[in-house]
């Protein structure tokens, strides 16, 4: 039976996008059905959100020929400096001692849209937008996914429906599958800080009782502020005065950096922990948020979905039978899926709390990764996005 496409892709945020990417080296026939026009989406505050990219995302992209447009855009991290305020703990990892020529990258998200966005223009992906996803049904040999197009429902078949279509995902609300979901009752506040310090190849994460509070390096002297807490307290610090707000982020962060100031206006994100265990079915797959959405002050998310990317189309590119392909990514994704989740889950609950009991277990974790250089390597590895098997992409360009 002939299909009108191998796979369809929904959603085509930066994992979709990749995704497609990665199979426009394939014969495979593909589509991206995606809601939003780029164009639209370059204007939400949102897409300013700094992105902090792992050394294996970094060879990932390398592989989808669009590390070097990615990279004049991005800003390398070549400390990474943990620290638990009003605590002795503390941690330094460095590109050197890992061998590597930075430990990761720091990018906003609409900057990766944007080089994704322009790569698939120029490839033979069919690109659906405006276009949404309504439904699909599976056969025995095919599934049929109907979607909205200029203002029509239309149904196209296809040998694998793919799921990126983020965090509300609703291919996983049509399907069979079991979404594991826990709020943290936090925000996070994200905006861009102007430093007095003149470092900026370190990037800190600095856990208080309140919640972590990441710091990330950007363009031009800046750096990116990701400051989690209470959601209550979120309301209450997004309506202070400037130099209120200052003053208190000053008093939590320390002065790493020197003196903080405020660039603009910052956002406020909910947070949560949603992950779907079992993210394969019959002829469908849920790939990036759509099958977790991780706290980001980890910065894991987006490393995670890209690294489901890159061995999905690795899968099918290797195999023509669709069951096969699909028991061969789960094989690939579980694992690593399940480590970066319960990693993430438990360093947010960890660093957290003021507990005098869970303040000397995480004192005596830094100070123990500090001081054992093979913890460390792993610990860099896991947060370098290496500690997984990657995928062997075809390298293009
Ligand atoms: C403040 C903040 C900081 C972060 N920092 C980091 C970080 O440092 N490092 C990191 O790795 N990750 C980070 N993340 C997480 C990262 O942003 C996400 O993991 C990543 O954006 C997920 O990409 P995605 O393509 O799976 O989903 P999305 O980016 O949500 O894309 C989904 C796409 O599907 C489309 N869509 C939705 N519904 C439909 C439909 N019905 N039909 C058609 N199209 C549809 C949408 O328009 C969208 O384009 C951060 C997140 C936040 C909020």
Request: hydrophobic letters at 40%; proline letters at 2%.
């Amino acid at each position: 039976m002939s299909h009108d496409y191998d796979v369809i892709i929904i959603g085509g945020g930066m994992v979709g996008g990749c995704l497609g990417l990665a199979l426009s080296q394939s014969s495979l026939r593909v589509a991206i059905v995606e809601a939003r026009e780029f164009s639209k989406k370059q204007s939400d505050s949102a897409g300013k959100r700094a992105i902090a990219l792992s050394w294996g995302s970094r060879c990932i992209l390398q592989q989808l020929g669009i590390w070097q447009q990615v990279n004049d855009a991005a800003m390398a991290i070549e400390h990474i400096h943990v620290s638990d305020k009003g605590h002795f703990g503390k941690t330094r990892l460095s590109a050197d001692s890992q061998n590597v020529d930075a430990l990761g990258y720091v990018v906003e998200a609409t900057e990766i849209e944007a080089v994704v966005a322009g790569s698939l223009k120029q490839s033979n992906i069919d690109r659906l937008c405006p276009a949404s996803f309504l439904d699909y049904v599976v056969h025995d040999d095919s599934a049929d996914v109907t979607i909205s197009l200029d203002g029509n429902e239309k149904t196209l078949s296809c040998k694998l429906l793919v799921g990126a279509d983020g965090g509300l995902s609703k291919v996983r609300e049509r399907g069979i599958f079991e979404l594991k979901e826990y709020s943290y009752e936090q925000h996070a506040i994200a905006g861009l800080i102007k430093v007095e310090s003149d470092v900026h190849d370190v990037a800190y994460e600095r856990f208080t009782s309140e919640g972590p509070i990441a710091m990330l390096p950007h363009f031009d002297g800046l750096y990116s502020l990701v400051w989690t807490m209470p959601s209550a307290l979120a309301q209450a610090v997004m309506q202070l005065a400037e130099d209120e707000f200052l003053d208190r982020l000053q008093s939590r962060f320390g002065q790493w950096l020197g003196e903080l100031s405020l660039l603009g206006k910052c956002q406020t994100f909910p947070l949560s922990l949603s992950h779907v265990p079992d993210n394969t079915a019959e002829r469908v797959v849920l790939i990036g948020n759509a099958a977790h959405q991780l706290h980001p002050v980890a910065g894991q998310g987006f490393n995670l979905g890209l690294r489901d990317a890159a061995i999905l189309a690795d899968s099918l590119m290797s195999k023509s039978d669709i069951g096969k392909v699909l028991e061969a990514y789960a094989k690939h994704r579980q694992l690593d899926q399940a480590l970066i989740t319960g990693f993430t889950d438990n360093v947010i609950k960890l660093f957290s709390t003021d507990s005098a009991l869970f303040s000397v277990v995480r004192n005596s974790g830094l100070l123990m990764l500090d001081n054992i250089p093979l913890m460390k390597n792993q610990f860099a590895r896991q947060t370098m996005g290496l500690g997984s098997r990657l995928a062997r992409l075809k390298k293009v360009g």
